[in-house]
């Protein structure tokens, strides 16, 4: 797993932006061979959505070929609703780039049949190939997606009770208001995500510090879905300074000194390359 400190949450989305852009680029993706993304809700990933879209607007990036599949969805609650994830979605991202609508899929959290709904979600990821980038954000604790404390960590996509601190959490969102958040949700599993080709994860601010420290700092651990992470061959956290407020000093310099050498290694990689010399393909996944 590799995490990455930045200064502030704006910095945090211009480096996943910029991250996910060079994947979809160096994807080289077509009509007959898109690249699939995975996408998360919430407040953490606005800033990595607006930057998104200055690059598609700056013609640096297109979703022309890329299909997305969304986490999650309230069970219930209006698809035209305001708080509903399938309003936040085109009103945060998909409205304001290139994506055909036919290439997004969100969980349809007013089908007739809940349980069919999961169950197709995920027969859709497969006829796909399977996700190649998950980008996540956690709740406070440490869910990834919907998956509350307690979520078995080999589940796949499925109805959800919300934890009640989620649904307080989310109160601020409906007028803060608890009794009118949706205790349901549908929502793709630990394994889902597990699943990707890579996933990365957007932890920002001091309410997210305890969960980041429990995730990266503890062992495995169902009460702290994003722990599973660490069974990931291919995981990266990106996170501002806020959020490392519980982490050991120690962590945060070790995480700090594997980016410096890895920022060490590429330079070079350049150098040679530009001196035209046989190099190998550096990246680290840990
Ligand atoms: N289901 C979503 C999660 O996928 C999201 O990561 C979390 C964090 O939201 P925020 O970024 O607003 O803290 O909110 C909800 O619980």
């Not at 089908?111 to 999961?118: F, N």
């Not at 404390?149 to 608890?178: H, M, Q, W």
């Not at 806020?242 to 890895?262: N, W």
Request: proline content about 3%; aromatic content about 8%; hydrophobic content about 40%.
């Amino acid at each position: 797993m590799r995490l990455i400190i930045r200064d502030d949450s704006a910095a945090v989305g211009d480096y996943i932006a910029n991250y996910i852009c060079k994947r979809i680029n160096e994807f080289n993706p077509t009509a007959e061979k898109p690249f699939v993304l995975g996408l998360p809700t919430g407040s953490s990933p606005i800033a990595t959505y607006k930057a998104l879209i200055k690059l598609v607007k700056d013609d640096k990036l297109s979703f022309k070929n890329v299909i997305t599949f969304n986490m999650d969805e309230y069970v219930g609650l209006p698809r035209d609703h305001s708080e509903s994830y399938h309003t936040f979605m085109f009103r945060e991202f998909f409205s304001h780039i290139d994506i055909p609508p036919s290439q997004v899929n969100i969980l349809d959290g007013n089908a007739k049949d809940l349980i069919a709904e999961c169950n197709s979600y995920e027969q859709r990821i497969k006829s796909f190939g399977g996700i190649e980038l998950f980008l996540g954000g956690i709740g406070e604790d440490g869910h990834i997606a919907f998956n509350e404390p307690g979520s078995s960590l080999a589940s796949r996509t499925r109805i959800k009770t919300l934890a009640y601190d989620t649904i307080l959490a989310n109160a601020r969102f409906f007028e803060n208001d608890v009794s009118k958040v949706p205790r349901m949700a549908l929502t793709v599993g630990v394994a889902t995500v597990l699943d990707s080709r890579e996933v990365v994860v957007v932890v920002t601010g001091q309410r997210k510090a305890l969960a980041l420290s429990k995730a990266i700092e503890e062992g495995v651990n169902h009460l702290w879905t994003l722990s599973a992470l660490q069974m990931h061959p291919w995981a990266l956290i990106v996170t501002d300074e806020d959020a490392t407020a519980e982490l050991h000093v120690k962590t945060v310099k070790y995480f700090k000194s594997i980016e410096r050498v890895q920022d060490e290694v590429e330079a070079r990689q350049a150098e040679l390359r530009a001196h035209g010399e046989a190099t190998q393909q550096v990246g680290s996944m840990e």
